[in-house]
């Protein structure tokens, strides 16, 4: 089972931020927060990651509660090429030897859309 | 630069059928992985390799299902005797190394089971 809550659906206005909320209240200490998106017949893609600290890049902000048992994707200036699902994955990361750690597990996520 | 890519995009079997799903990773991707996803639901892990080695399997949904990656590249997910709660999109997925944080997809399979 997932260990992330997520909405089912959330509405932004176009150049609007859009922010994304998450639950993962049973993160445990060497737990990553993964956020993935899949548009409409695509795969998956990479958006960002963290473990505590706040992350950004060119895509979207990452923000982690101070005890980790929640997080917020931002996406500062949301387009319409942004509708999408969105996943909050909690992963123990990178793979360690002889293990395969890194496969990712998904819930349902959160379909957002972004109305012109 | 090519990503990773899938073959066929859509297949449509018959029940009892056999298939062969193609997953070409980045070149020179370590790591493969495959997903199942169902209409409306997330992804969910099949299997697992590093190379050519198929370090987990715990996904896989029956022995019916069988994947292989026998030269660490190109790797395919064979279903026997294809029943209808096979219909899905078939993903796969590559990362650079073991020790990376992003995984790469391909655009899926869409298998449907009449």
């Given at each position: 089972?997932?260990?992330t809550t997520q909405p089912p659906s959330m509405d932004c206005a176009e150049g609007r931020a859009a922010n994304l909320p998450c639950n993962h209240s049973t993160?445990?200490?060497?737990?990553?927060?993964?956020?993935?998106?899949q548009i409409h017949s695509q795969g998956p893609q990479y958006i960002?990651?963290?473990l505590k600290n706040?992350?950004?890049n060119e895509m979207a902000s990452l923000i982690i509660t101070e005890d980790r048992k929640s997080s917020t994707l931002i996406l500062p200036h949301a387009t319409l090429r942004d509708t999408a699902v969105y996943y909050c994955i909690v992963s123990r990361g990178p793979l360690t030897p002889g293990g395969s750690q890194g496969n990712l597990i998904f819930g349902k996520g959160t379909k957002l859309s972004v109305k012109p | 630069g090519a990503g990773v890519s899938q073959s066929p995009r859509y297949k449509v079997a018959k029940r009892g059928q056999d298939v062969a799903l193609r997953c070409d990773p980045i070149s020179g991707h370590?790591?493969?992985?495959w997903y199942q996803q169902a209409l409306g639901q997330g992804p969910e892990f099949l299997t697992y390799f590093q190379n050519e080695a198929q370090l987990d399997?715990?996904?896989?949904?029956?022995d019916r299902f069988f994947a292989e990656r026998p030269e660490g590249s190109v790797s395919t997910l064979k279903i026997q005797r294809t029943q209808q709660?096979?219909?899905?999109?078939y993903l796969c997925a590559s990362t650079?190394?073991?020790?990376d944080n992003e995984q790469f997809f391909g655009p899926g399979t869409r298998l449907t089971v009449l």
């Open positions: 089972d997932a260990k993160i445990s200490g060497n737990e990553y927060v993964y956020w993935y998106r960002i990651h963290g706040n992350e950004t | 370590v790591s493969l992985f399997k715990s996904g896989l949904p029956s709660e096979d219909s899905a999109v650079l190394t073991g020790d």
